[in-house]
């Protein structure tokens, strides 16, 4: 069955850098889009970056624009995202989703927390 596990999460200060990582299984990986998402504290879950199966397109939120970088590594079935020059409004849980014939697949998410 298809499985998203979400890594690399933690606490980090105003301007530090986290790289997260999603590991997935289940289908080809390959051939499939995927995106990442987060959603802060009493608010709606929100994309932030998407990228395509071939990894060669890639668009992002406003929000994270410049700060932000999603990739993948379809020979190691993982997908990624950099986040540099983290700030408060930062802090969410990010998910991992892929859609695969209709229906869409979640990770259980990573928290990632920006603190002074």
């Known amino acids: 069955q298809v499985q998203l596990v979400e890594s690399g999460g933690g606490v980090v200060e105003p301007g530090d850098a986290l790289r997260l990582s999603c590991a997935a299984s289940g289908f080809t990986f390959s051939t499939i889009d995927m995106a990442w998402y987060r959603q802060a504290p009493g608010r709606e879950r929100e994309v932030v970056a998407r990228?395509?199966?071939?990894?060669?397109?890639?668009n992002y939120a406003d929000s994270v624009k410049g700060r932000f970088i999603i990739s993948r590594d379809n020979a190691k079935n993982t997908a990624y995202l950099q986040m540099n020059s983290l700030e408060h409004e930062d802090t969410a849980v990010y998910y991992c989703k892929t859609r695969k014939w209709g229906i869409d697949y979640w990770g259980n998410g990573t928290l990632v927390t920006v603190s002074s």
């Open positions: 990228i395509n199966s071939a990894g060669n397109i890639v």
